[in-house]
């Protein structure tokens, strides 16, 4: 007796599980985007660094621009790690992204992400810098080519002969290479007359301020310092090299580049350290990603207004508008548009 009733509790109790599990999925059923009730949509952005000014500025603002939408949004650094980045892929898809915004510290070593996330059902969108030879679905970036020749014109401009230094990004990123394409574009005619005398072109890898500070030093010894032009990829190379003018009194006597307006850039070209910076506001780059991230989860088009062959493919691009700012303008366009303060910028001298 004693036996049957155990294996009835047991028959009953089997039978208590299967309707509390069938009870459990039905409350836990998801609806047909793949969240439950009440659950918000959300966005997965691998970023290469947030090391940079920049970057830390574009996060706040996707956060915003998620939050005032009714999405969530989850980030990762890789901190110029290919590797890294890769497995902080896995590690958003696990969570359940519902498209990814990718800032590839490779552009040519990042197909595995797009493959990746495409297994999962999940849309990919380059951020700045393209995803090479992948099945891309977007892609939200400045022309990196017309910012190079940007920076190229205005040094011809001021600098019409001489001797030129050229410090490029990180050979791993595809934005340094049509930036230094860009330059050679408007450079070369002046190269082939003999106006103008490359005597020294680098990669800096990962854009480190310090290695740019290292070939500018390199530069200005094996030329005397007679050196009339350092174009610089970004405002934290630019710094690097006019660390390297400063330790010879050479700051403001040599034209120099950069891009990005950072705070140390804009405070540069106020202090005469430094020519120009080539701005691309953060708002519309951060905008347009969110945007296009929110109509692809949506299941919308998004609106783009160019192609960008990566390789794979011709690419939806929205391509945005980047401006050269100087001394001369920087109050009606960096600070006026809030990216910097003027406070900040200016100092003592406003």
């Given at each position: 007796m004693k036996k049957h009733f155990k294996q009835a509790a047991a028959v009953l109790m089997a039978a208590c599980l299967i309707l509390a599990g069938c009870s459990t999925a039905s409350s836990d059923e998801k609806k047909e985007d793949g969240k439950k009730d009440g659950e918000k949509p959300l966005i997965g952005v691998l970023f290469r660094t947030l090391a940079e000014e920049k970057w830390t500025k574009e996060k706040d603002m996707m956060i915003e621009l998620a939050e005032k939408e009714g999405y969530e949004v989850v980030f990762q650094s890789a901190n110029d790690d290919v590797s890294k980045q890769l497995s902080q892929c896995e590690n958003l898809l696990a969570q359940g992204v519902d498209a990814l915004i990718v800032l590839p510290v490779d552009d040519g070593s990042s197909e595995p992400i797009v493959e990746k996330a495409h297994a999962e059902d999940v849309p990919v969108i380059s951020y700045d810098q393209i995803v090479l030879n992948a099945d891309l679905d977007y892609n939200v970036t400045f022309d990196s080519t017309e910012v190079g020749k940007k920076m190229a014109e205005y040094a011809v401009e001021k600098a019409p002969k001489g001797k030129y230094v050229l410090l490029c990004g990180g050979q791993a990123s595809n934005n340094a290479t049509l930036i230094k394409n860009g330059w050679h574009e408007i450079l070369d005619p002046y190269i082939e007359t003999g106006d103008i005398e490359v005597v020294y072109e680098q990669y800096c890898e990962n854009w480190s301020p310090e290695i740019a500070l290292q070939y500018a030093e390199d530069a200005l010894t094996a030329n005397n310092d007679d050196i009339q032009a350092i174009l610089c990829a970004n405002d934290n190379m630019a710094n690097g090299a006019i660390q390297a003018l400063t330790n010879k009194n050479?700051?403001?006597?040599?034209?120099?580049?950069?891009?990005?307006?950072?705070?140390?850039?804009?405070?540069?070209?106020?202090?005469?350290?430094?020519?120009?910076?080539?701005?691309?506001?953060?708002?519309?780059?951060?905008?347009?990603s969110m945007e296009a991230a929110f109509a692809l989860i949506k299941g919308e088009d998004v609106k783009t207004n160019a192609t960008m062959d990566n390789g794979y493919k011709e690419v939806p691009t929205v391509a945005l508008e980047s401006f050269v700012v100087d001394k001369d303008n920087i109050d009606d366009t960096i600070i006026k548009d809030g990216y910097q303060s003027k406070e900040e910028v200016y100092g003592d001298k406003k």
């Open positions: 050479l700051q403001g006597k040599v034209v120099v580049t950069g891009q990005d307006a950072d705070l140390l850039g804009c405070q540069n070209i106020v202090n005469g350290y430094q020519s120009l910076t080539v701005y691309k506001p953060s708002s519309a780059l951060s905008q347009a």
